[in-house]
């Protein structure tokens, strides 16, 4: 009898153990530590048009902090003789104006530099006009700060080859320099320091600003400061197709970034390592700093190299697609570099821009003396400064008069009208086949087809020999009733734009996007019917605010697309036969680092099973055919009373943008985060899955979850999925956590 109740208590131990065990388990599992992608500050966030207002079709002219404290005038003085004093040097001979010459741009107008006793430099000399926003010094980024970076060509044994001690005691052999440094520094004990010289010359270095160019004076209002040639060459500068404005944008024109553009030397090959000789990480060899381009034009020859003569040449390397297009292997090149086609007319037109960033006002004039009573650098003015003049002297001036209605006809060009528009006119298109491409950057611009009498849209057809149809860049832009076709680039482009409204559009057969807003704020489009494009039909791209409905998108690599934006419906649309319905995605490399607040509804998703056929390199590669919704990296996403059918790989797939990006190019938080799929109904997805898909071991289904993040509420109770147990909203937090340290565990571990 003892041992039947000893047996009872064992038993009963035994079997609380199993219930208590794995209840303990559950509970800790739930409680440990989840990786959650880091929240950027308000501050941080770049989503939608930039422009102050007022600024002409959202061009961002917020210029960024300057990278230091403050200096005095006394401390700005004294760094503008010491820039221009031989005392700087070990022959006494060289000053810092010797290489970077105020009548060449604040560069040397050489290929690379030239140092003490002509010393060949490995280098270009870059120009230091914008250098006050700078975090990242020299081509390859060597120094951090400019104070920095001032004493690098100081001490080094090519350059003016001085050592600290001497250029003090050198200093300190003058009165006059006992009295400037004093006076900078009066409340130093020793006022004549190598620190203070490196101070005084980042002081008056900092102050060498470039920001009144007729570029600027066009940004704040005046369309009278751009010739027509420079206003539509800075149309397409910014365009997709050119991708220029990736990497050079307003208001500094650098993003301050690394980027392989792959220059090659005189003899055709690439032997400077660049940011990568600093790092030694394999993705930044040959990389170099992407410079300024304020007052570009009188700083030739160009590249870190001083490779080309002329912007020209620049733009013919880039327009090859960069050292690809020159037969070179670069295989880190960036992306943003690839070939594109424009006429000779419209590659005048970017150079006549390029030279609207010039400010001849902001050229520091040369002192006739400095204190050491050595010999002051002079130097010939560069022909570039006239040529600026010459170009920048045509602009025209605005008509005043009140907004009215401008007709097209088939016998003349869309852009001749556009010409002549000003803020808040109405153009309309009688209908006709127009071949060209239009660029417009008036706000308050209507542009409306007139149909025939079977309702047939006047049609932009760019037989393929232009980039984009439309390109558009003014604030509060309406356009309608158009058929575009045929274009390299964008059917219709609207950039940098607060008040978007695109409608009643037929696009076909274009190369990038067919509906393309980008940077833009207040985004509606509606009622387009996209079909034959390599990328995505209608694509919103870092825009806030934006309404994507009744939008018809079919035969393409992507139906919609919504990237790095904020604030975002799609809905009452159907997409089919493309090689992905709809794409929610969070890309890393782009000035948006976040993906927020998409609600895709009341859509009808069916047949995405067209063969990809995005052109190489571009994002469209990525989609898998077969799939009908396709979260990558999307956070705050709600996917409701949808009805998604016959996708062959899946229905709606949630992955991280770390599936699709090597680890050094990630600088978003790439997981899905907070992500809500419910009320959708789902009929025969997944039945014969992408190869993307199998080579990973898994089989199509309804849903399909790669269980990157825990805070999935997906509450599809009879659809089929992986994992087949998906948390719901019913699951508290700690179910929904303790679950996906299981899964994650299984998946990443055992699977």
Same mark, same amino acid.
């Given at each position: 009898?003892?041992?039947?109740?000893?047996?009872?208590?064992?038993?009963?131990?035994?079997?609380?153990?199993?219930?208590?065990?794995?209840?303990?388990?559950?509970?800790?599992?739930?409680?440990?530590?989840?990786?959650?992608?880091?929240?950027?500050?308000?501050?941080?966030?770049?989503?939608?048009?930039?422009?102050?207002?007022?600024?002409?079709?959202?061009?961002?002219?917020?210029?960024?902090?300057?990278?230091?404290?403050?200096?005095?005038?006394?401390?700005?003085?004294?760094?503008?003789?010491?820039?221009?004093?031989?005392?700087?040097?070990?022959?006494?001979?060289?000053?810092?104006?010797?290489?970077?010459?105020?009548?060449?741009?604040?560069?040397?107008?050489?290929?690379?530099?030239?140092?003490?006793?002509?010393?060949?430099?490995?280098?270009?000399?870059?120009?230091?006009?914008?250098?006050?926003?700078?975090?990242?010094?020299?081509?390859?980024?060597?120094?951090?700060?400019?104070?920095?970076?001032?004493?690098?060509?100081?001490?080094?044994?090519?350059?003016?080859?001085?050592?600290?001690?001497?250029?003090?005691?050198?200093?300190?052999?003058?009165?006059?320099?006992?009295?400037?440094?004093?006076?900078?520094?009066?409340?130093?004990?020793?006022?004549?320091?190598?620190?203070?010289?490196?101070?005084?010359?980042?002081?008056?270095?900092?102050?060498?600003?470039?920001?009144?160019?007729?570029?600027?004076?066009?940004?704040?209002?005046?369309?009278?400061?751009?010739?027509?040639?420079?206003?539509?060459?800075?149309?397409?500068?910014?365009?997709?197709?050119?991708?220029?404005?990736?990497?050079?944008?307003?208001?500094?024109?650098?993003?301050?970034?690394?980027?392989?553009?792959?220059?090659?030397?005189?003899?055709?090959?690439?032997?400077?390592?660049?940011?990568?000789?600093?790092?030694?990480?394999?993705?930044?060899?040959?990389?170099?700093?992407?410079?300024?381009?304020?007052?570009?034009?009188?700083?030739?020859?160009?590249?870190?190299?001083?490779?080309?003569?002329?912007?020209?040449?620049?733009?013919?390397?880039?327009?090859?697609?960069?050292?690809?297009?020159?037969?070179?292997?670069?295989?880190?090149?960036?992306?943003?570099?690839?070939?594109?086609?424009?006429?000779?007319?419209?590659?005048?037109?970017?150079?006549?821009?390029?030279?609207?960033?010039?400010?001849?006002?902001?050229?520091?004039?040369?002192?006739?003396?400095?204190?050491?009573?050595?010999?002051?650098?002079?130097?010939?003015?560069?022909?570039?400064?006239?040529?600026?003049?010459?170009?920048?002297?045509?602009?025209?001036?605005?008509?005043?008069?009140?907004?009215?209605?401008?007709?097209?006809?088939?016998?003349?060009?869309?852009?001749?009208?556009?010409?002549?528009?000003?803020?808040?006119?109405?153009?309309?298109?009688?209908?006709?086949?127009?071949?060209?491409?239009?660029?417009?950057?008036?706000?308050?611009?209507?542009?409306?087809?007139?149909?025939?009498?079977?309702?047939?849209?006047?049609?932009?057809?760019?037989?393929?020999?232009?980039?984009?149809?439309?390109?558009?860049?003014?604030?509060?832009?309406?356009?309608?009733?158009?058929?575009?076709?045929?274009?390299?680039?964008?059917?219709?482009?609207?950039?940098?734009?607060?008040?978007?409204?695109?409608?009643?559009?037929?696009?076909?057969?274009?190369?990038?996007?067919?509906?393309?807003?980008?940077?833009?704020?207040?985004?509606?489009?509606?009622?387009?019917?996209?079909?034959?494009?390599?990328?995505?039909?209608?694509?919103?791209?870092?825009?806030?605010?934006?309404?994507?409905?009744?939008?018809?998108?079919?035969?393409?690599?992507? /139906? =919609?697309? #919504?990237?790095?934006?904020? +604030?975002?419906?799609? &809905?009452? $649309?159907?997409?089919? *036969? !493309?090689? @992905?319905?709809?794409?929610?995605?969070?890309?890393?490399?782009?000035?948006?680092?976040?993906?927020?607040?998409?609600?895709?509804?009341?859509?009808?998703?069916?047949?995405?099973?067209?063969?990809?056929?995005?052109?190489?390199?571009?994002?469209?590669?990525?989609?898998?055919?077969?799939? /009908? =919704?396709? #979260?990558?990296?999307?956070? +705050?996403?709600?996917? &409701?009373? $949808?009805?998604?059918? *016959? !996708?062959? @790989?899946?229905?709606?797939?949630?992955?991280?943008?770390?599936?699709?990006?090597?680890?050094?190019?990630?600088?978003?938080?790439?997981?899905?985060?907070?992500?809500?799929?419910?009320?959708?109904?789902?009929?025969?997805?997944?039945?014969?899955?992408?190869?993307?898909?199998?080579?990973? /071991?898994?089989?199509?289904?309804?849903?399909?979850?790669?269980?990157?993040?825990?805070?999935?509420?997906?509450?599809?109770?009879?659809?089929?999925?992986?994992?087949?147990?998906?948390?719901?909203?019913?699951?508290?937090?700690?179910?929904?956590?303790?679950?996906?340290?299981?899964?994650?565990?299984?998946?990443?571990?055992?699977?």
């Amino acid at each position: 009898m003892r041992n039947l109740k000893r047996w009872q208590r064992t038993l009963i131990i035994a079997f609380a153990l199993l219930i208590v065990i794995p209840i303990v388990g559950f509970i800790v599992l739930g409680l440990m530590p989840v990786p959650s992608d880091t929240v950027l500050p308000d501050d941080q966030i770049i989503v939608g048009a930039q422009g102050k207002p007022g600024a002409v079709g959202g061009i961002d002219t917020n210029f960024p902090k300057v990278n230091a404290l403050d200096a005095t005038d006394a401390q700005r003085d004294l760094g503008k003789m010491l820039f221009f004093d031989p005392i700087l040097s070990q022959n006494h001979a060289m000053a810092c104006a010797s290489c970077h010459q105020p009548p060449n741009g604040l560069s040397d107008g050489r290929a690379v530099g030239e140092g003490i006793n002509g010393v060949a430099l490995k280098r270009n000399v870059p120009s230091l006009y914008e250098v006050a926003y700078k975090s990242s010094l020299m081509w390859d980024g060597r120094a951090d700060t400019l104070e920095a970076q001032i004493t690098i060509p100081m001490t080094s044994a090519d350059e003016m080859a001085n050592t600290p001690e001497q250029i003090v005691k050198d200093l300190q052999g003058v009165d006059a320099y006992k009295e400037l440094f004093a006076k900078a520094f009066p409340d130093a004990k020793e006022a004549i320091t190598f620190e203070n010289v490196g101070m005084s010359l980042a002081a008056f270095e900092r102050s060498l600003l470039a920001h009144n160019s007729p570029f600027d004076k066009y940004a704040a209002g005046d369309f009278s400061a751009l010739t027509p040639s420079q206003r539509r060459g800075f149309a397409l500068f910014r365009s997709g197709a050119t991708s220029c404005y990736k990497c050079h944008m307003a208001p500094t024109f650098t993003n301050g970034k690394y980027e392989v553009t792959g220059v090659p030397d005189a003899n055709g090959n690439m032997t400077d390592e660049g940011r990568g000789g600093i790092t030694k990480v394999a993705t930044e060899q040959y990389a170099f700093i992407v410079p300024s381009l304020r007052n570009v034009a009188l700083t030739a020859p160009y590249m870190h190299n001083g490779r080309f003569a002329t912007l020209d040449e620049v733009l013919d390397f880039y327009i090859k697609g960069g050292g690809e297009g020159m037969k070179i292997d670069v295989p880190t090149q960036s992306r943003f570099v690839h070939a594109f086609e424009v006429s000779a007319q419209e590659k005048q037109d970017m150079v006549n821009f390029l030279y609207a960033l010039t400010d001849e006002s902001a050229t520091p004039t040369t002192p006739s003396s400095v204190p050491s009573g050595l010999t002051v650098p002079t130097h010939d003015l560069s022909p570039a400064f006239e040529t600026a003049k010459q170009i920048n002297a045509g602009g025209v001036a605005v008509t005043q008069r009140a907004p009215m209605t401008l007709t097209v006809t088939p016998d003349v060009t869309i852009q001749s009208v556009v010409d002549t528009a000003i803020a808040g006119d109405t153009i309309e298109i009688q209908y006709g086949t127009y071949n060209e491409r239009v660029l417009i950057d008036q706000d308050n611009i209507t542009v409306r087809g007139i149909p025939n009498d079977k309702g047939e849209y006047p049609i932009l057809d760019g037989k393929m020999q232009f980039s984009d149809g439309i390109s558009a860049s003014g604030n509060n832009f309406l356009i309608e009733k158009l058929a575009v076709k045929n274009y390299k680039g964008n059917g219709i482009i609207i950039d940098g734009v607060t008040g978007v409204i695109v409608r009643d559009i037929y696009v076909e057969n274009t190369s990038l996007y067919g509906i393309y807003p980008v940077h833009s704020t207040d985004v509606l489009v509606e009622r387009v019917e996209a079909t034959k494009i390599r990328d995505a039909g209608v694509y919103a791209g870092q825009c806030r605010k934006v309404v994507l409905r009744n939008n018809k998108v079919y035969g393409n690599v992507i /139906g =919609i697309e #919504i990237e790095n934006s904020i +604030d975002s419906d799609l &809905y009452d $649309n159907h997409a089919y *036969e !493309n090689s @992905t319905g709809i794409f929610v995605d969070l890309l890393p490399q782009l000035p948006s680092k976040v993906s927020l607040q998409t609600r895709v509804h009341e859509n009808v998703i069916e047949n995405n099973n067209f063969t990809n056929f995005a052109n190489a390199g571009e994002i469209g590669q990525l989609v898998p055919e077969g799939t /009908g =919704i396709l #979260i990558l990296g999307g956070d +705050d996403v709600e996917i &409701y009373n $949808n009805t998604i059918r *016959e !996708n062959r @790989t899946v229905g709606v797939a949630i992955f991280s943008t770390a599936t699709a990006f090597k680890p050094e190019l990630i600088d978003i938080g790439p997981n899905p985060e907070r992500i809500h799929i419910h009320d959708n109904t789902y009929t025969h997805n997944g039945y014969d899955a992408a190869k993307q898909l199998t080579d990973l /071991g898994l089989t199509g289904k309804d849903v399909i979850w790669d269980v990157s993040n825990w805070d999935m509420r997906i509450d599809e109770p009879n659809a089929t999925s992986f994992p087949p147990i998906l948390p719901a909203s019913s699951w508290p937090d700690l179910s929904r956590k303790a679950y996906w340290q299981i899964v994650h565990f299984i998946v990443t571990k055992l699977g």
